[in-house]
C-alpha cells in the first residue's frame, strides 16, 4: 500500500530512477562475493529511494541532465545505505527493510566493512562531479551523520536529557542527508543560490519531520508493521520524542526507567507501549513533525511553479502522513 503510493508519486521520473537503479547495483559489486552479496542483500530489499529523488528533483530547477545527475543521486543513497549498515549495528537490530540486517545474517565485523565499502563507492561516484563546493557539501554531511550516531550512543539511556538534544541528534544523523540531497541537485544541475537555499532547507525541514514520524512509528505501529518489537527504541535506550514529553511525569518515570534497564518482559513492554499510544505525548509529537512539515512547504512556496515543485509538495505531504 504504501509502496503503491509512492510509485504513483515517483511515476514521471520512472525511467530516471530504473537508470539510478542499475547504477546502484553496479556500485556495489567488486571483486569480493561477500561484499557483493551483503551490499545487494540490503540494496534488493528495497527501500524507498527517497534521497535519490530528492536530488533528482532538485536538479529539475537547475539544468536537468540525467547522465550528471546520477552521480550525484547514486552516492546520496550509498551513503544512507552505508550509514543503516552501520546504524545497525549500533542499535544492534535484527531486521532492516523486511529482511534480516547485514549484521545478523553475516555479524557485525562484516556489517563495519560492507559499510566501509559502500561509504568508498559513495565517494568514487562523486569524483566524477567536478565541483569542488560539492564535495564539501557530501564530506561536511558524512562527518555530521557521524557525530551524530556517536551522540546517540552517548545520550544512549539517559533519561534525562533536553528536547535541544533530540533535535540536535535528529538534525545531524537524519536531516542533513536530506538537506543535502536537495542542495547537491541544485548545485550541481546549475540551479540560482537563492533556489539551491530554499531547496535546502525544504530538506532539513522534511528530514526533520520525517525522522519525529518515524520516532512515533516505532511507538505506535504493531510488532508486524515494523518487522522489529514497538518500542525498540526504548528497550535499546534511544530516547526519543515521545518519550522526552513523559520522563518527568510520575505516571510514567519508574516504568521508563524500568524499560531502559534491560530487564523489561515482553508482557511489561506491550503495556507500556499501549500506555504510551493513549498518551498526549504522541499527539504533542505529531504537532512538532507536523509544524515541520508546514516550515518545509512554506520554503518551495517560494519557488516557480513546476511539475517538480508540485512533485516536491506531494512527496513531504505523503511523508507527513505515512502510517507505518
Ligand atoms: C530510514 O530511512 C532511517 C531514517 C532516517 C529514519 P528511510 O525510511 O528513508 O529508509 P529506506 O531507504 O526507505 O529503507
Ligand atoms: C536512522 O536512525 C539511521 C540513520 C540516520 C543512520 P534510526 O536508528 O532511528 O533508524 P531506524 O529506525 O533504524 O531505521
Ligand atoms: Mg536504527
Ligand atoms: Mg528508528
Not at 503503491?4 to 508519486?9: G, N, Q, S, V, Y
Not at 534525562?160 to 538537506?179: E, M, P, S, V
Not at 518519550?243 to 518482559?265: C, Q, V, W, Y
Not at 493513549?278 to 511539475?307: F, G, V
Request: some cysteine.
Amino acid at each position: 500500500m504504501e509502496k503503491m503510493k509512492l510509485k504513483m508519486l515517483y511515476s514521471e521520473m520512472r525511467s530516471d530512477l530504473d537508470l539510478i537503479e542499475k547504477e546502484l547495483e553496479k556500485a556495489v559489486n567488486s571483486s569480493s562475493d561477500l561484499l557483493n552479496e551483503a551490499s545487494l542483500h540490503l540494496l534488493q530489499a528495497g527501500g524507498k529511494r527517497m534521497r535519490p529523488v530528492f536530488v533528482l528533483l532538485a536538479a529539475k530547477f537547475g539544468h536537468y541532465q540525467i547522465q550528471q545527475m546520477k552521480d550525484v543521486a547514486v552516492p546520496l543513497e550509498l551513503i544512507h545505505m552505508a550509514s543503516l549498515v552501520h546504524d545497525d549495528v549500533i542499535d544492534d537490530s535484527q531486521m532492516r527493510r523486511g529482511k534480516l540486517t547485514v549484521k545478523a545474517q553475516w555479524n557485525n565485523r562484516v556489517a563495519m566493512y560492507t559499510g566501509d565499502f559502500i561509504f568508498a563507492r559513495a565517494l568514487e561516484y562523486i569524483t566524477n562531479i567536478k565541483n569542488p563546493l560539492a564535495h564539501r557539501i557530501l564530506s561536511y554531511t558524512m562527518v555530521e551523520i557521524c557525530v551524530g550516531e556517536i551522540i546517540q550512543i552517548e545520550d544512549k539511556f539517559k533519561l534525562d536529557q533536553r528536547l535541544q538534544d533530540y533535535f540536535r541528534r535528529i538534525k545531524r544523523k537524519t536531516a542533513l542527508l536530506i538537506a543535502s540531497s536537495c542542495h547537491l541537485g541544485a548545485v550541481v544541475s546549475g540551479a540560482d543560490e537563492k533556489t539551491a537555499n530554499h531547496l535546502k532547507r525544504f530538506g532539513y525541514y522534511v528530514g526533520m519531520s520525517f525522522q519525529i514520524i518515524d520516532d512515533i512509528l516505532d511507538i505506535t505501529s504493531t510488532d508486524k508493521e515494523l518487522g522489529k518489537p514497538a518500542g525498540s527504541d526504548l528497550i535499546q535506550g534511544n530516547i526519543t520524542l515521545p518519550i522526552l514529553f513523559l520522563k518527568d511525569s510520575p505516571e510514567f518515570r519508574p516504568a521508563l526507567e524500568h524499560a531502559i534497564s534491560g530487564n523489561m518482559t515482553e508482557i511489561e513492554r506491550l503495556a507500556l507501549v499501549k500506555r504510551i499510544r493513549q498518551s498526549d505525548a504522541i499527539p504533542k509529537s505529531k504537532a512538532i513533525s507536523n509544524r515541520y512539515l508546514q516550515k518545509a512547504l512554506k520554503e518551495i512556496d517560494a519557488l516557480p511553479s513546476s511539475p517538480a515543485k508540485k512533485s516536491l509538495r506531494d512527496i513531504a505531504l505523503y511523508m507527513g502522513k505515512r502510517e507505518f
